[in-house]
C-alpha cells in the first residue's frame, strides 16, 4: 500500500508541477509575441522622431529601451509570476480551490485504507497504538512538500530564466511590495512556509474527516465541502463582517482566508498575513492528536466498517 500511495503522490506533484510550467509557456509565448509587436512597430513607426505627441509615443519610448523591455517580461519575480499565471484559464492560481481537493484525494487515500481496511487493528496486535498512529500521520503528512517542493522548483526555474536574483519591484508583473521582505532569501522562505502551513491545514481537514468516515470518497467529498464552508466562514463573518466593521477597509478579507496561498496579499504585512492559516493549521493539528489518541473509540470505528459492508 505504501508503494502504491508513494506512486500517487508523486504522480500529484507531476500534476500540480506540469500546470505551472504550462503557464510559464503560454506566459512566455505571450510575451514573445508582444516583444515581436513592439519590435514591428519600431521598424514601422519608431525610426524617426515623428512619432512625438502620437498615440505611438509611449510604445516607441518602450520600444527603443530594449533594456527596459528584457527588465519588465524577464525579471526573477515576473517569471515567478508567470509559473502561476492569473491571465491562464488552467493555472495554480485559477485553481487554487481544486488545488486541496488534489492534497484531499491524495493523503486520504493511504488513511482511509489504513482504517477502512483494518490494517491498524491488525498491526496493535505487534506495535504499540502509539506507534500505529505515528506511522499513520507520518504517512498521511507526505503530501505537506508537494506545494513546497513546486514553489522552491518554480524560484529556481525564475532565477535560471532571468540570469539573476534580482528582485526589484516592478509593478506591472508583481502584485505585492517585495522590498518590505529586505532579501529574497526572507521572502522565497516566507513564502515556502506559507505553502506548508497551508497543506497542514488542508490534510489537517482530511484527518479530521477521515477519523469518523473511513470510505475514500465520502472523506474526500466532505473534506472539500469542509474546507469551502471553513473559507465562507472566514470570508464572510470574520473577514467581512466583524473585521470589516473593526476596520472599515476590506483588509479583514484579505487577512481571514485560507484560500488566497498562491497570491497572498503581503502588503498587510507577512506577519498578519500567515497569523491565520498558521492558527488554524496549529489548532487542527492539536484537535487531530487528541482524535486519535483514544484507541478503543478507533478501533471501535474500524470494527464498523465490516459491519456496513456486510449490510
Known amino acids: ?30 510575451i514573445e509575441g508582444r516583444n515581436e509587436f513592439i519590435l514591428e512597430i519600431k521598424e514601422k513607426t519608431c525610426a524617426d522622431k515623428t512619432y512625438i505627441g502620437t498615440e505611438y509615443e509611449e510604445l516607441c519610448i518602450q520600444a527603443n529601451d530594449t533594456k527596459l523591455i528584457e527588465e519588465e517580461n524577464w525579471n526573477f519575480f515576473a517569471i515567478f ?50 506507534d500505529c498512529i505515528k506511522k499513520l500521520l507520518i504517512n498521511a503528512y507526505k503530501p505537506t512538500f508537494i506545494l513546497p517542493l513546486i514553489t522552491i522548483i518554480a524560484f529556481l526555474i525564475s532565477a535560471i530564466l532571468s540570469k539573476s536574483f534580482d528582485y526589484k519591484y516592478i509593478e506591472n508583473n508583481l502584485s505585492i511590495e517585495v522590498e518590505q521582505f529586505g532579501s529574497l532569501a526572507k521572502y522565497i522562505l516566507i513564502y515556502t512556509f506559507g505553502m506548508f ?46 473585521m ?54 478507533l478501533i471501535i470505528d474500524c470494527e464498523k466498517n465490516e459491519v456496513e459492508e456486510g449490510k
Do not use: Q, W
Open 244 to 297: 470589516g466593521r473593526i476596520f472599515d477597509n476590506g483588509s479583514g478579507i484579505l487577512i481571514f482566508t485560507i484560500i488566497n496561498y498562491v497570491n497572498p496579499n503581503y502588503n498587510v504585512g507577512y506577519f498578519v498575513a500567515l497569523i491565520v492559516p498558521l492558527s488554524i493549521a496549529i489548532l487542527s493539528t492539536i484537535l487531530v492528536l487528541l482524535l486519535y489518541k483514544n484507541k478503543e473509540k
Open 81 to 130: 509570476k508567470g509559473f502561476y499565471n492569473e491571465g491562464d484559464v488552467i493555472s495554480l492560481f485559477n485553481l487554487s480551490l481544486i488545488i486541496p481537493l488534489l492534497i484531499f484525494g491524495t493523503s486520504l487515500f493511504y488513511v482511509c485504507s489504513y482504517l477502512k481496511n483494518k490494517v491498524i487493528v491488525n498491526e496493535i496486535t505487534r506495535k504499540k497504538y502509539k
Open 1 to 30: 500500500m505504501t508503494k502504491k500511495y508513494n506512486i500517487i503522490i508523486i504522480f500529484a506533484f507531476l500534476l500540480i508541477l506540469s500546470v505551472g510550467l504550462s503557464s510559464l509557456y503560454k506566459y512566455y509565448k505571450t
Open 197 to 242: 502551513v497551508h497543506s497542514v491545514v488542508f490534510i489537517n481537514i482530511g484527518l479530521i474527516i477521515s477519523r469518523k468516515y473511513h470510505n475514500y470518497f465520502v472523506s474526500v467529498v466532505l473534506s472539500f465541502l469542509a474546507f469551502v464552508g471553513l473559507e465562507c466562514i472566514l470570508e464572510l463573518l470574520f473577514g467581512s463582517i466583524i
